[in-house]
């Protein structure tokens, strides 16, 4: 197996000093021969966004044939939580190699640049989606991370793509019994934690949050607590001093996903949310995966798909996209419970994840798609 990826800048939008230093050091993880291209760091802005993607795909065309000009393939899988133009490099790889390419849509463009104002031009928004459509054509296999996904591909993919419903899946670190406490949080009897963990970013919807944690500010024994780093962190830490909330809602940064598990051992309930558009009730966010083996209750405020998945399971509270007053309605309502009410609600989110996440079952199903793929090659 080898990687084609580009140097390491991702979150903080530099390149990491270790990397500058030894490059050498990061050609290989865990046995997997990882091949990387120069680019553009990702810096602040959305126009040095914009140049990063644009950079990895210009140099991973060009460069990666050349690196890879000895290897020889059975079959490519892009992954694409986002930008979609790493499936340039892709197509481009499947037409060097003549093997079959799948490609992994964890983020639907041009519909997600809309949501988050990226792109408010209908002419440029045209224009992505007719290099989405052409990515599309070059693919052999579809792979759509919730099944809302399947009808939006489709628009773009053309009714004879095939298409397949493949969803993320929990790390194992997170099922891990026997967890230390994470030393960074404060361990205080009688308090209800919700911990937020992951991408602090605009999908998110901060400003909901942040007014539900201030309407809730009477209700002392309540505290915040955000795991994680995004382009807005600097915006929440301003927020939480402008609105004094500095005593219920504590930033503790990023760490490794090793160490999440010992975070969320001081969480009564675990915090997920997108802002309300239509593209983020078509999405089922991968961190949901992670929330449910776990075993902790989830709180969400979202719609659609990733909703129902929490509400049919009866694995937490879910509440309308955007909407604070029924957010902190859900928080009361969970607070309210019984230790044990709490526990069997964790503990069906925990059934839900081993029933339809299953790591083991995924990766088997994705076998056999590429085995087939393998045998029909590249029409």
């Known amino acids: 197996m080898t990687v084609l990826t ?57 460069l990666g044939p050349w690196l890879l000009r000895r290897k020889k393939f059975d079959t490519i899988i892009a992954y694409e939580p986002s930008p979609i133009t790493v499936g ?60 809302s996904f399947i009808p939006q591909i489709a628009k773009y993919a053309g009714s004879r793509k095939r298409i397949e419903y493949f969803p993320s899946w929990a790390e194992s670190v997170f099922a891990k019994q026997d967890i230390e406490f994470a030393p960074e949080i404060l361990l205080k009897s009688g308090c209800f934690s919700i911990m937020f963990a992951g991408n602090i970013g605009e999908s998110q919807d901060f400003p909901a949050i942040l007014a539900a944690a201030e309407q809730l500010k009477v209700h002392s024994h309540i505290r915040w607590l955000i795991v994680g780093d995004g382009r807005m962190s600097g915006w929440v830490s301003e ?15 990023r760490h490794p996903v090793e160490r999440m598990p010992s975070f969320f051992k001081h969480a009564d309930a675990l915090l997920l949310s997108l802002k309300d558009d239509p593209i983020f009730a078509m999405t089922i966010p991968g961190k949901l995966q992670s929330y449910l083996a776990a075993g902790i209750p989830v709180l969400a405020m979202l719609n659609g798909e990733g909703s129902d998945v929490i509400q049919n399971a009866k694995a937490g509270f879910a509440c309308p996209a955007g909407d604070h007053n029924a957010l902190v309605k859900a928080v009361l ?22 029933a339809d996440f299953s790591r083991d079952k995924l990766i088997d199903q994705l076998e056999g798609w590429l085995e087939e793929l393998q045998i029909k090659g590249v029409h």
Request: charged share 20%; net charge positive; proline share 5%.
């Open 6 to 62: 580009g140097w390491p800048n991702y979150p903080d939008g530099q390149f990491f000093r270790d990397f500058q230093e030894n490059p050498a050091l990061f050609d290989e993880y865990k046995g997997v021969m990882v091949v990387r291209v120069p680019i553009l760091p990702r810096g602040q802005g959305g126009l040095r966004l914009m140049l990063n993607y644009i950079s990895f795909a210009l140099s991973a065309s060009l």
């Open 88 to 147: 340039i490099p892709a197509a481009v790889m499947r037409a060097v190699k003549c093997v079959p390419l799948s490609l992994w849509v964890l983020d639907l463009w041009p519909e997600t640049l809309a949501a988050i104002g990226v792109v408010r031009s209908k002419v440029m928004l045209k224009l992505i989606g007719g290099m989405v459509s052409s990515i599309y054509d070059h693919c052999d296999l579809i792979l759509a991370q919730s099944k």
């Open 239 to 253: 927020e939480i001093k402008k609105r004094g909330l500095e005593s219920y809602v504590l930033m503790l940064g």
């Open 333 to 354: 309502k969970l607070s309210a419970m019984s230790s044990e009410e709490r526990k069997a609600m964790g503990m069906r989110g925990t059934a839900l994840s081993e």
